[in-house]
Nanobody, 120 residues
Framework: QVQLVESGGGLVQPGGSLRLSCAAL????????MDWYRQAPGKQRELVAG???????NYADSVKGRFTISRDNAYYRVYLEMNSLKPEDTAVYYC??????????????WGQGTQVTVSS
């Protein structure tokens, strides 16, 4: 059984910062891409940032220059550093990982989500 456990969400004022963390737990052979998505009320889930096993990153235009994704391959963790937060960043943030299980079995796994609220 593999699961992703997120932490670090909360309430922050506009212009503030938060750091989200996501840990992959379980028996894993390899973690390929890891991503952060978000879903605001009444909107579709959208990709915020992604990082490959080699460290290549990509970001949604709306967060470029403000958010930074990073990963620790040794400990199966991914982070999202969020700066200069805006009210429109308010959403539930989900961690996603494209995994390979022992035996070469591919598995897409999602975290339970963590709420980020940007408000004064």
């Amino acid at each position: 059984q593999v699961q992703l456990v997120e932490s670090g969400g909360g309430l922050v004022q506009p212009g503030g910062s938060l750091r989200l963390s996501c840990a992959a737990l379980g028996t894993i052979a390899r973690i390929n891409a890891m991503d952060w998505y978000r879903q605001a009320p009444g909107k579709q889930r959208e990709l915020v940032a992604g990082i490959t096993s080699g460290g290549t990153t990509n970001y949604a235009d709306s967060v470029k220059g403000r958010f930074t994704i990073s990963r620790d391959n040794a400990y199966y963790r991914v982070y999202l550093e969020m700066n200069s937060l805006k009210p429109e960043d308010t959403a539930v943030y989900y961690c996603h990982a494209a995994l390979t299980l022992p035996g070469g079995i591919p598995r897409d796994t999602w975290g339970q989500g963590t709420q980020v609220t940007v408000s004064s």
